[in-house]
């Protein structure tokens, strides 16, 4: 038993939360602004256009809009889409 006022609380774990806490706001006073850039949203339609020139193939008109903000993503010059007829 201690009456002096003394205790036998180990302080370290709060000791090192406060570090770490202090580290993360310290490494966001440091990394300065961020940004990121997303694609919002978008839609694919696609229609069927008859058979195509190799046996067994069919040709399709595919539409792809994509909408993104001002600062959003930067769009890509083509986009590749393929089409499976798998049943897995």
């Not at 302080?11 to 006073?29: A, D, G, Q």
């Not at 890509?76 to 007829?85: E, G, H, K, M, P």
């Amino acid at each position: 038993m201690h009456f002096c006022g003394k205790s036998n609380v180990q302080f370290e774990p709060i000791l090192t939360m406060k570090r770490f806490l202090l580290s993360i706001v310290l490494f966001f006073l440091v990394a300065g602004p961020l940004s990121a850039a997303h694609i919002i949203g978008g839609e694919m339609r696609y229609a069927y256009l008859g058979p195509g020139a190799i046996a067994n193939s069919k040709n399709y008109r595919i539409v792809l809009w994509l909408a993104r903000g001002n600062l959003g993503a930067m769009f890509a010059n083509t986009y590749v889409v393929a089409i499976y007829d798998n049943d897995n």
